[in-house]
């Protein structure tokens, strides 16, 4: 089956420092990633879909400039959560679906823990 | 507003029993409608899938199904074990089929 990786699993760092979260498609092409946050006990939140080669779009409350996205080939995107502080805090998830797939077929990463001091 | 209700936060079953979660959505029409399990700390996987024009999915010890009048859902799981325990979250495919829209989940435990 099609599996997604995410690194690091966990990550801990200073307020106003830069995290950057790979998600990468370790066996398929992934046309279309998908970026999600999820707090304690709480639903997965969509913060944006990015297309390879292209901008990502946000959804409605998110920073662009805070969490800047690249998709730069079909097997990696990448989140950057820019300087940093405790609110970030949360569990950050990606997920992806591959060239024959549409929406419903979205493969997830096993999510990336981020603790901001 | 939009919303999507998984109605309890958390259930506890015996061992063996069938466990049934509830997921209700206001103001969607969703074309599909998805099941995941979340264990913690992990992403969730993918159970199961039912199209609006379905009444029920089976899947091994799973069934869902999908009421569209009632815009509600329910997942079973039966003969229940302790390995099923872990969080259900249930989720729609948005009518401009552009993205997933999560439930917040319901916490299963099923006690031996």
């Known amino acids: 089956g099609a599996v997604v990786s995410q690194h690091p699993s966990r990550v801990i760092c200073k307020s106003g420092t830069s995290v950057k979260i790979e998600c990468r498609s370790l066996?398929?092409?992934?046309?279309?990633m998908f970026w999600y946050r999820q707090f304690p006990k709480q639903s997965l939140m969509l913060m944006a879909t990015s297309n390879e080669g292209s901008k990502a779009t946000y959804e409605q409350g998110v920073e662009k400039d805070k969490f800047l996205i690249n998709h730069a080939s079909l097997t990696l995107s990448t989140l950057t959560v820019t300087s940093a502080h405790p609110e970030d805090s949360s569990f950050y998830i990606c997920s992806a679906t591959g060239l024959a797939g549409g929406i419903n077929e979205q493969f997830f990463g096993p999510g990336t823990r981020l603790t901001v001091l | 507003s939009q919303k999507i209700e998984q109605n309890s936060e958390a259930l506890n079953i015996q061992e063996g029993k069938t466990a049934t979660l509830t997921c209700n959505y206001t103001?969607?029409?969703?074309?599909?409608l998805q099941w995941y399990r979340q264990d913690p700390g992990r992403g969730p996987v993918f159970l199961l899938l039912i199209r609006e024009n379905e009444k029920e999915k089976r899947k091994e010890r799973l069934k869902v199904t999908f009421d569209t009048t009632l815009k509600q859902s329910l997942f079973h799981i039966t003969a229940s074990q302790p390995a099923d325990s872990a969080t259900y979250l249930c989720?729609?495919?948005?009518?401009?089929?552009?993205?997933?829209?999560f439930g917040s989940g319901t916490r299963l435990s099923i006690r031996p």
């Open positions: 103001n969607y029409s969703p074309a599909y």
């Open positions: 066996d398929f092409q992934a046309t279309t």
């Open positions: 989720a729609l495919v948005d009518s401009s089929a552009s993205k997933i829209i």
